[in-house]
């Protein structure tokens, strides 16, 4: 993977981007509320550079970003989860996958994607239409991955996932993504939170946190002070006592690279192989999707993968 640009313009302002974008675990209301608070600035805007994205669709990818990064924290080893959209509207549909070690990548089925007419909200029901959300796990310790799916109701990545979460892991959720732009559509704040009920969750105190949460600022705003998330966490569940546990680090990252691309390039029919390395056209270029990186191999590279395939 080549990153297109890293997030910061001073090698001091890009170490404390690194240090501040985290996962952080945390507990509360006496052990039975689970959360996991996300700032995700820096990670959303080297996506969207490596994508080369506009404002709707660093709105729609990002968010699958942070979910997929919230959704990852109770991994472990070499555990990663997917999330997957298929939709009829104008998004067509999406990839986002996290891995246990806060590793996030993933892209758009379509860019740009149509509008009509300039944005007017941030509502993306219209963009998503019909369609599907699915959540793939993919444990090292289990034969098989698992794949729960359910169907978009409200055109929302974060109350879709949920639901996700209540319909197929009978697990009651909430969860809040949000990007603050500032007036020339540049990302000032990117972040994300999920809550769960444990075993034994007061009614109550689920009813409590589900106003409070319909109440919160932009999670995009919320990361932006330099109190989160420690102070933040105290002030906004007064009374509820949480509780950091731990925190790991979470950054925009693919592992495709060069090696991995040639010897694609080597699996090519024999005689497909030996018309590009005749005829090109040159650079052969091959783009991995999942973070937009581009490589390319001039009639010398190709000729060198020919000659090594044909023996």
Aim: charged share 25%; with cysteine; proline share 4%.
């Amino acid at each position: 993977m080549k990153k297109k640009k890293i997030y910061g313009e001073t090698l001091k302002e890009q170490l404390k981007a690194s240090t501040r974008d985290r996962i952080h675990h945390f507990i509360m209301a006496r052990d039975s509320i689970r959360g996991v608070a996300l700032h995700a600035t820096r990670m959303v805007n080297e996506m969207r550079w490596n994508h080369e994205l506009g404002v709707l669709e660093t709105l729609v990818l990002g968010h699958a970003y942070m979910a997929a990064a919230l959704m990852s924290a109770q991994l472990k080893g070499n555990d990663r989860i997917r999330i997957e959209v298929e939709c009829s509207g104008p998004i067509k549909g999406l990839s986002a996958e996290a891995n246990a070690f806060g590793e996030v990548r993933g892209y758009l089925d379509r860019v740009p994607i149509p509008i009509a007419k300039p944005l007017e909200s941030f509502d993306l029901s219209p963009f998503f239409g019909a369609g599907f959300i699915s959540v793939t796990k993919y444990l090292q310790d289990a034969k098989h991955p698992f794949t729960g799916k359910v169907m978009m109701e409200y055109g929302s990545l974060a109350k879709d996932l949920a639901l996700y979460y209540l319909k197929s892991e009978q697990v009651p959720t909430s969860i809040s993504l949000g990007i603050l732009f500032d007036k020339e559509g540049q990302v000032q704040g990117a972040g994300g939170l999920l809550l769960q009920a444990l075993p034994g969750a007061d009614d109550d105190v689920l009813s409590h946190l589900e106003a409070l949460v319909r109440g919160l600022p932009s999670m995009g705003q919320s990361v932006k002070r330099e109190d989160f998330p420690g102070a933040w966490l105290d002030a906004t569940f007064q009374g509820l006592e949480p509780r950091l546990l731990d925190q790991r680090g979470v950054e925009f990252m693919c592992h495709c690279g060069e090696q991995q691309i040639r010897a694609m390039l080597s699996m090519l029919e024999l005689n497909e192989l030996a018309d590009m390395a005749a005829n090109g056209p040159f650079p052969v270029e091959i783009r991995c999707h999942k973070c937009n990186t581009c490589y390319a191999f001039d009639q010398a590279a190709v000729q060198a993968i020919y000659a090594q395939r044909a023996g």
